[in-house]
């Protein structure tokens, strides 16, 4: 999933000063789950933000919605008219979520209330950690499904380096070498033979080179227009 924390109140409260009606919009599937931007946190970012206004003297109207995606129009389309009636739409979705608004409502001025950070999985209670970097080459199926280019510090396709003792990586004694535990995955699978396997340098034209990536499913299109 997509993890995100919330801005600082101070950087949202000035990214709306000049705002008198505000909507702060959540989003309830991503970062509802790592509590950073569901109903629950958009309700209580407008709370806060109603308070501050009035303390500071410049009380304004803050109201709060969620819909379930932020990134489909489609459930943006069911609070069109909330969002055409604010000055200012603060998104607490990811930053996907903030563009999807802006891109479907041209005319709205558009914010947003979280930093998002990367794509992750929670490992306990209030922790989450990046997982994977969207590369757009997965050898996930080579390498016991840990992912050398989110969790190895310098994105070794072939490792492990020679920083790495006692499976820790040398930049944090808090961080395990991504490739030793690549090797015990691959050795308690009885597949230590991928490990020998040596990848090609990686082709980032599949990342971030050459501007944003699209992926079109034609097959999918065809449909669409079909039942048109």
Not at 31 to 47: D, N, P, W, Y
Not at 105 to 121: A, D, I, Q, R, Y
Not at 153 to 169: D, E, F, H, I, R
């Amino acid at each position: 999933m997509i993890v995100a924390e919330q801005k600082p109140l101070d950087e949202i409260k000035g990214l709306i000063a000049e705002a008198e009606k505000v909507l702060v919009l959540g989003c309830g599937t991503c970062v509802t789950v790592c509590f950073a931007g569901g109903e629950k946190e958009a309700g209580i970012l407008a709370t806060s933000l109603r308070m501050a206004s009035k303390i500071d003297g410049q009380p304004k109207d803050v109201t709060h919605t969620t819909v379930q995606r932020q990134c489909e129009w489609e459930y943006l389309d069911a609070v069109a008219d909330q969002i055409r009636e604010a000055d200012i739409v603060v998104s607490v979705g990811c930053g996907i979520g903030v563009q999807a608004v802006v891109e479907r409502f041209p005319e709205v001025w558009v914010v947003p209330g979280l930093n998002t950070s990367f794509m992750g999985l929670p490992t306990e209670q209030g922790v989450w950690e990046e997982r994977c970097a969207a590369c757009g080459s997965c050898i996930l199926g080579l390498t016991g499904g840990i992912c050398p280019i989110a969790r190895c510090a310098k994105q070794l396709l072939n490792g492990p380096c020679g920083g790495s003792q006692n499976g820790v990586c040398e930049i944090s004694k808090e961080l395990p070498c991504a490739w030793q535990l690549i090797y015990d995955r691959l050795k308690s699978q009885n597949r230590l033979h991928l490990i020998t396997q040596i990848q090609p340098p990686k082709d980032w034209s599949k990342s971030r080179d050459g501007g944003p990536r699209r992926i079109t499913r034609e097959d999918l299109r065809l449909a669409a227009e079909a039942s048109e």
